[in-house]
């Protein structure tokens, strides 16, 4: 495979992914800062991620775009730089290719980056899902990246989407047997 013409900078083989050369600069030193045993863990896993979800992830979201090795690297240095703030793009990334030159789902990228930067910052944060199948997915790698990165405790909360029709129905439920109960009380 001829791994330069797909960047102006080429790629890196890290752990069975290839990595496109300003992306792995980043990771390595930004959000790492220069420790190369948590580079090699670092990529390890994700390249554990991929194997392990890869497959499940382009299922579920097989109708997504792939995304530009700049603008990932552009998401994951936001994620870096306002860590407060989750970026878990859709699609595959041209950042990050697997072992037969496929890009790889960008979030597997995403979540182990905001899982680094989540721990390194001691900090919880959440994150919304769009359905139900999502959740769970996020969930299982989230928790899956944390057990990889031999992180303690887990500092991702994946919040699952409400379904609006049954609040709804609910609601409008609740408020028939207030109201008839208040017709009872008063009458």
Do not use: W
């Not at 863990?41 to 579920?60: H, I, M």
């Not at 936001?78 to 970026?87: G, M, Q, R």
């Not at 910052?121 to 999502?134: F, G, K």
């Amino acid at each position: 495979m001829n791994t330069t013409l797909q960047s102006g900078q080429g790629y890196q083989h890290k752990d069975n992914l290839f990595i496109d050369a300003p992306l792995a600069t980043f990771i390595e030193q930004k959000l790492l800062g220069n420790n190369t045993a948590d580079a090699a863990q670092f990529f390890e896993a994700l390249s554990v991620l991929v194997e392990e979800f890869g497959g499940t992830y382009r299922k579920l979201n097989q109708s997504c775009q792939e995304m530009a090795c700049e603008i990932h690297l552009k998401q994951c240095q936001a994620s870096a730089d306002k860590p407060s703030t989750i970026n878990i793009s859709h699609g595959s990334s041209k950042a990050i290719l697997d072992e037969y030159s496929c890009a790889i789902p960008s979030c597997l990228l995403d979540v182990l980056t905001t899982t680094v930067i989540a721990n390194k910052q001691d900090m919880m944060l959440s994150l919304s899902t769009t359905n139900q199948a999502e959740a769970e997915l996020m969930e299982a790698v989230f928790a899956r990246a944390h057990c990889l990165m031999g992180f303690d405790s887990q500092h991702i909360e994946v919040i699952r989407p409400v379904d609006n029709v049954a609040c709804i129905a609910q609601a409008r439920k609740r408020a028939e047997y207030h109201d008839s109960q208040a017709m009872v009380s008063h009458g």
